[in-house]
């Protein structure tokens, strides 16, 4: 994955659970601060299946880039899964700005404001992101080359700062090793590392990416249903 990643959020305590849980990894840019200050070329933000941009991050970004941003972000929804977008998916949409050129959307949740702090939903939507780098960058060779990413689930959806670095450490990671072609790859891959997503249990404690992992891990959301193609985010004007 030769995309340059950082970090960043404006809460202390999850800046400070970035770095210790990246502490192996000095090629991730760790900040404390404001996302609208990155001068990347695609944002990540947090979100809910319906691509609703009315709280947290969402409503921030919205607020800067304007409320086009998210009639682009619903009509990619519509378009490629009918109006929901599952967890473990993502959309990258054009801004028709330079900086950011990229909107990332990946849902953490289905609703506006749920407790996911039981699940493994984080991981799930950090490796959703690279994922859609990952397709963009495929198709239309290249365009995405840094991307700025906040604590996923960690606000509204009440994730521990720590678990919430953990999990995004383990979706991270994953793209350090390997690339896939679908969601549904992704997800499986994920599985691998992590054991059955939809198996109950306790939170996980410390990192998380440890292959044949015992069973007992948090249940995420459901399986997504199949791929939709995927169109290049340019073209989403």
């Known amino acids: 994955m030769n995309v340059e990643v950082t970090l960043v959020d404006v809460n202390p305590k999850m800046v400070a659970a970035f ?24 944002w990540v933000t947090p979100t809910n299946a319906r ?15 304007g409320g086009q941003i998210e009639a682009r972000v619903q009509a990619e929804i519509k378009r490629l899964h009918g109006g929901l977008l599952p967890v473990g998916h993502a959309t990258c949409v054009a801004t028709g700005r ?26 799930l ?19 995405i080359a840094s991307v700025a990413l906040p604590g996923l689930g960690a606000n509204t959806g009440k994730v521990p700062v720590e678990i919430c670095a953990d999990l995004m450490w383990t979706g ?39 292959p044949g992992a015992a069973p007992g891990t948090p249940k995420p959301a459901p399986a997504a249903d199949p791929d939709a193609d995927f169109d290049d985010a340019d073209d989403d004007e």
Request: aromatic share 6%; net charge negative; charged share 25%.
């Open 19 to 42: 770095r210790h849980s990246f502490e192996e990894n000095p090629e991730v840019t760790i900040l404390a601060g404001s996302m609208l200050a990155q001068d990347v070329d695609a």
């Open 51 to 65: 691509g609703s941009m009315d709280g947290g991050l969402d409503a921030v970004i919205k607020q800067a880039l």
């Open 98 to 123: 330079p900086k950011p050129r990229f909107l990332i959307s990946t849902p953490t949740m289905f609703g506006s404001s749920e407790d996911i702090s039981d699940s493994l939903n984080v991981a």
């Open 125 to 143: 939507a950090c490796a959703a992101a690279f994922q859609v780098i990952h397709m963009h960058n495929a198709r239309a060779g290249g365009g």
């Open 172 to 210: 991270y990671s994953l793209f350090r090793r390997r690339e896939f072609e679908s969601f549904t790859e992704m997800r499986a891959a994920l599985e691998e590392e992590l054991g059955p997503l939809g198996a109950p249990g306790p939170k996980p404690k410390g990192k998380v990416a440890v």
